[in-house]
């Protein structure tokens, strides 16, 4: 089945610094590569996805790139604030994952220093 | 805005104890999910259902079953808890359409003893 790793594990950056965290996908099928943040005691929540047809898609300061050969895809934050500073969480939907089930990463605990 | 509402926050059983976990969705989504969260481990999926009465495994259901009697309410049940099984439990829920995105409940943190 899918298996979907993340790294680092923790990332400590200073404010104003770019961010950047990577994940490796094992089925070639999946299609779709979305990004949850999840506050201290609060719910995951997306943040960004990309679908197998786009190489690169960006909202305001977050970026994700998708690699379909390599089979990577990666989260990129510029002009980090300390209100980045969470759990980030990869996740691919694998063949036949119908239903919006997902896999995810083990997960990247972002501090953000100011 | 979607709510995704579990009832527990916390709980503290003890081992063999039966333990349900309640969620409730108010978007009539039909699919809905059950992870659990550990540090290192990321989100797993123990079960989810894509409608009412229909369930499947996700990939660690052992020890765990599940119940989905209504649409909107999609229960987590421990038979005999476990040390083991001392966790955050995540409750998602989603529509039918392949947008893909999860609506999480604010979790429910089991401490078996």
């Known amino acids: 089945g899918e298996n979907v790793e993340q790294h680092p594990s923790t990332l400590s950056v200073q404010e104003g610094d770019s961010a950047v965290i990577k994940c490796t996908y094992s089925d070639s099928a999946s299609n779709y590569f979305p990004w949850y943040k999840q506050e201290l005691g609060k719910r995951p929540q997306l943040i960004i996805d990309?679908?197998?047809?786009?190489g690169e898609k960006k909202d305001q300061r977050i970026a994700v790139t998708l690699n379909k050969t390599a089979k990577h895809f990666s989260l990129h934050i510029t002009e980090t604030q300390p209100e980045d500073s969470a759990v980030y969480f990869c996740a691919a939907i694998p063949v036949g994952g119908g239903y919006n089930k997902l896999i995810f990463g083990a997960g990247t605990r972002l501090a953000v220093h100011p | 805005d979607v709510k995704v509402t579990q009832s527990s926050r916390y709980l503290v059983k003890r081992t063999g104890e039966k333990v349900f976990l309640e969620c409730v969705q108010d978007m009539d989504h039909e699919n809905m999910f059950w992870y659990r969260q550990d540090p290192g481990l990321g989100l797993r999926l123990i079960y989810f259902?894509?409608?009412?009465?229909?369930?499947e495994k996700g990939d660690i259901p052992e020890g765990y079953s599940v119940s989905r009697e209504k649409k909107e309410r999609f229960s987590l049940i421990l038979e005999s808890a476990s040390t083991n099984q001392t966790s955050m439990y995540l409750c998602?829920?989603?529509?039918?359409?392949?947008?893909?995105?999860?609506?999480f409940g604010e979790g429910s943190r089991l401490t078996v003893l």
């Open positions: 998602a829920s989603s529509p039918q359409d392949s947008s893909g995105e999860l609506f």
């Open positions: 990309i679908r197998s047809n786009v």
């Open positions: 259902s894509y409608d009412v009465k229909m369930k």
